[in-house]
């Protein structure tokens, strides 16, 4: 236990830690600076699972099928990796997370199943990954994020298998963690370094991974522990105040769950530590969160992939732990129906209860307000439902492409309107200098307008300034002026999911000067386009995938006709060559101009919807939503 008269004694230890380096003073010493690990749990384990809680999961075993089949695969897996060579200090590009994260996923996986079965082999393999990577030259910490996974996985290692070290392992790992994870971070801590200031995923996964480690070496250095938690649980509040006020997450579906993910092991393991989170758990937004999650999945099984994140969707155990903490059983449903590749702590959290969307009444339709996001969907638990995702937001946020007013659709089980994703982040300058000339990450590589064929501005932000959600008409506004300041004085793009089934893509600009207009939809349907007799080109285009088809439609303006180009920008950019790009290309538009398009989804074997909606003026929109 730490007591305030070693306050002064931890001010000097850390100051030669640290090599002379000034970290404060007697005076800024305030009381109960140094009091976190008062209510430190003796011994070990004491993160995230203790030994009380095993004979509930044995328990679990027997009685949820679904848990059986998760601890099963679970050894499965522990099996491979028994025979598997541990990690190498090897960087990919300037990483060696690659590393980091195979190490935490085999100490997880490979003492969990020890810790249900006392299968020896299982620990001896996890000692043997852990001393590997302990005597590593370092944990690459000019890429903190590496040193922080690494950090955490040495961490639940020795609080995990702490009465099962020899000294002289403890030792080893133990001096690792201090000198490679703990003492590193200390010094970012101590300048206010650049992802301690951070609002998104790099804050969460830095300080959760440091906090579990600190946490788990608190009894044998208790000051250094202290000092790391405090300014932890000080710096992890940024980021977590971006979930207000409903739970979005700017970075996108892949950094959502990044950030989550170690937000949670953070909290779940100060709690099973210490008693409680600090209070962190109760930042505005961050009960709802899971919901995101349950929306950016459309009913083909892919999500709504803005930023650099991919479409595939895995699991996200933390959603087991958010449906607990906040009673939010929905959120249990959610993680049982992506369990296809199940980590230990799917088993450690799993929870039976909860139902879907439609016996929960989920609305059809969400707005994530604090990220400018809209989702709509025909059904809940439809698998052919018709789901559109769709963005205003900020092109400066972390992440994020030059792609404001950007969708994606569903229809059929497929996804139609697609987003490109990331490309592979050791592209030269890729988050720097370079980044807004690659294919993916650039304007033209979206669904959305290009104007003069230039990107939109990299500062832009883009509100949704009206939302309506009725069961015939939903529908979102975004104002997409300040993405083409310059060359229009005003761009609209309203998306609106009419009658359930149908979509249209409606798009009114004010543009300044002779500019050509591009309307883009990325798909990877085979296009057949429908062109009249005697007219060399038509507005209607047939999309077609497996047993459903899509017919695009442009309802104004008159004469405007559909082209198709390929989406692959030159080597070493990534390629799609399974991808076309379906496009409106305007080439002189100049004044008031409006350009709608409509998507008719419709099974093969049946005709095209033959509604053809009015087109109304966004005006007229808007004044629905007051």
Known sequence: MVKQGLNVFVAFLLMFLLGGAEVTTEEELEEGDFLMLETLRPGHPRLMTLESDME???????????????????????IQMLEQPPVEHRLKGPRLLHQSRACLDRVYTLLTVYRLTGESRFADRA?????????????????????????????????????????????????????????????????????????????????GGIGIAALAVAEEEPEIAE????????SIQRPMAEFAP???????????DYATRYNVYFLAALESALGDDQGLKNAPGFDKTGYFRIYFIGPSGLSFNFADAGARVGGAAQMFWLAR??????????????????????????????????????????????????????????????????KGGDNRVNHSHLDLGTFVMDAGGYRWAVDLGSDNYNLPGYFREKRWTYYRLCTRGHNTLTLGGENQDPRAKAPIIGFNSAPGRAWAVA????????????????????????????????ILEPVEVVWAMHTPAEIELAVPAGRRAGNVALLS???????????????????????????????????????????????????????????VDEEPPAEIPQVKPLKRWLEEDK
Not at 353 to 381: C, H, M, Q, T
Not at 480 to 508: C, P
Not at 556 to 585: M, S, W, Y
């Open 325 to 390: 903490t906040f009673n939010q059983p929905i959120f249990s449903w959610h993680q049982r129906q992506h369990l296809a590749r199940p980590e230990a702590l799917d088993l450690i959290w799993f929870d039976a209860n909860g139902e879907g969307p439609v016996a929960s009444k989920l609305p059809l339709d969400g707005f994530f307000r604090g990220i400018d996001v809209v989702f709509f969907r025909s059904a809940w638990e439809d698998p052919k439902a018709v789901f559109v995702g769709f």
């Open 127 to 207: 000692i043997k990954e852990m001393l590997t990577a302990a005597s590593f030259p370092d944990w690459n910490p000019s890429h903190f994020l590496d040193t922080a996974e690494m950090s955490h996985a040495l961490g639940i290692g020795y609080d995990w298998l702490y009465n099962e070290l020899s000294e002289e392992d403890k030792n080893t790992i133990r001096e690792a963690l201090m000198e490679k994870g703990l003492k590193p971070a200390m010094e970012f801590y101590r300048t206010s370094g650049w992802w301690v200031k951070a609002k998104h995923n790099w804050n969460q996964v830095c300080n």
């Open 479 to 510: 104002d997409l002026s300040s993405a083409y300041a310059g060359q229009a004085k005003s761009v609209l793009r309203g998306l609106s999911l009419i009658s359930r089934k149908q979509v249209l893509v409606q798009d009114e600009l004010e």
């Open 56 to 78: 509930r999961i044995r328990r679990l075993i027997e009685t949820e099928p679904l848990a059986k089949e998760i601890r099963d695969k679970l050894y499965e897996s522990a």
């Open 545 to 603: 995938q497996g047993e459903w088809r899509v017919k695009a439609e442009i309802l104004e303006p008159a004469g405007a006709h559909f082209e198709v180009t390929k989406a692959d920008p030159p080597p070493p950019q990534a390629q799609q060559p399974n991808i076309r790009k379906l496009q409106v290309r305007l080439p002189e538009a100049v004044g008031e101009l409006r350009l709608a398009v409509l998507l008719s989804p419709y099974p």
């Open 246 to 256: 409903d739970g979005g997450w700017a970075e996108g579906p892949g950094y959502w």
């Open 227 to 234: 000092y790391i938690l405090k300014e932890a649980v000080k």
